[in-house]
C-alpha cells in the first residue's frame, strides 16, 4: 500500500469515525449512538445484505453486541412475569386459566402473594407449548 493510499484511508477513516462510532464502544454515549445509527442503516439497508452499508451495520451489529455481553445485566424473569407476558401474548384474561385454578387464584399468582406449584407448571406449559423451566426461577 502506497504512502498516499495510506494517508488517504486514514483521513476517510476519521471522518467515518466523527460520525459512527467504530470499534470498541467504551461508554454508554458511544453505545447509544452505535445504536441509533446501526437502527437508521437497517432502515436503510433493509434485507439487501449487498447494499453498500451492509457490512457496516454488521460491523455496528458486532461492537454492540459486545458492549452488551460486557455491560447489560439481564435479569432472569419470575414465573409470574413469564406468566403475564404469555397471557398478554394470547390474548388471556385472569379468568381464562383454568389450569391455575380460579381467577382469584391467578391474581394472587400474579400478584407475587402465591407460587405457582408444580401440578399449575405441568398445565401451563403443555397449554402454551414452552417448557416447564421458564416458570422457574434458579
Do not use: C, W
Not at 494517508?7 to 453505545?31: H, K, M, W
Amino acid at each position: 500500500m502506497s504512502a498516499t493510499l495510506v494517508r488517504e484511508t486514514q483521513a476517510a477513516y476519521r471522518r467515518l469515525r466523527r460520525f459512527v462510532p467504530l470499534g470498541v464502544l467504551r461508554s454508554e454515549r458511544d453505545y447509544r449512538k452505535a445504536v441509533a445509527i446501526l437502527d437508521e442503516i437497517i432502515d436503510k439497508v433493509g434485507q439487501d445484505e449487498t447494499h453498500p452499508l451492509a457490512d457496516l451495520a454488521e460491523a455496528l451489529a458486532m461492537f454492540i453486541h459486545s458492549y452488551e455481553e460486557t455491560h447489560a445485566k439481564i435479569r432472569e424473569a419470575t414465573g409470574p412475569e413469564v406468566l403475564r407476558s404469555l397471557m398478554e401474548e394470547h390474548g388471556l384474561t385472569q379468568s381464562e386459566l383454568p389450569e391455575i385454578g380460579s381467577q382469584g387464584v391467578v391474581s394472587e399468582i400474579l400478584s407475587g402473594e402465591r407460587d405457582l406449584n408444580i401440578r399449575q407448571i405441568r398445565r401451563l406449559a403443555k397449554r402454551f407449548g414452552v417448557s416447564p423451566a421458564i416458570f422457574i426461577v434458579p
